[in-house]
């Protein structure tokens, strides 16, 4: 399988995560492609021209991050990621897509203040990201405390986007208000998947 990633994309660090604990991730070709340059041939593979896109044995491309991490979860025969049905499932589905949102918002945030011509940012949008970075770290602030030893794949996802905002906007300083969620991702820093996944650069 071919793998086309950006070694910080927030994403990226989810399917690898995933890879690394179903121990698939020997069967992964890492492809680096950087999305934003104009030539890239990221395209044939997405057309959206996002990372992760993933190129299967078979030829078939995936993407992106939800739908690359299930795929790969239904690969192995050990413990599964995804839970199969109920209210486990549905939890976990959940959970997963509060930490992509806070992942969304912190990359349109980004690509505001850093990308754009400061004359032309729209500081209503800026905040309104800022707004549901706060709200969703609140709420995984309430939550993690019953999460017991589970990294599911909504744990995953509340990794990436942790590390994300750590790497990209440490300014934020998350941790000085939610200290169960802090004291959460400490506990996991020396987790094999999660060590070797934090972004760099």
Known sequence: MKLRYSPTSPYVRKVSIVALETGLDGHLENVATNAWAPDTDLPKDNPLSKVPALVTDGGEVLFDSPVICEYLD??????????????????????????????????????????????????????????????????????????????????????????????????????????????????????PSVAATVPKG
């Open 74 to 191: 239904s690969l192995h025969d050990g413990h599964k990621l995804f839970p199969a049905s109920g209210g486990a499932r549905w939890t976990q589905l959940r959970l997963a897509a509060l930490a992509d949102g806070i992942l969304d918002a912190a990359l349109l945030r980004r690509v505001e203040t850093m990308m754009r011509p400061e004359d032309k940012r729209w500081p209503d949008w800026i905040a309104r990201q800022e707004c549901a970075i706060a709200r969703g770290l609140d709420e995984l602030e309430e939550e993690c405390a019953g999460w017991g030893s589970d990294f599911l794949i909504g744990q995953i996802g509340v990794v990436a986007a942790l590390g994300y905002l750590d790497f990209r906007d440490p300014g934020l300083n998350w941790r000085q208000t939610r200290p169960r969620l802090a004291a959460w991702l400490a506990a996991l820093a020396s987790r």
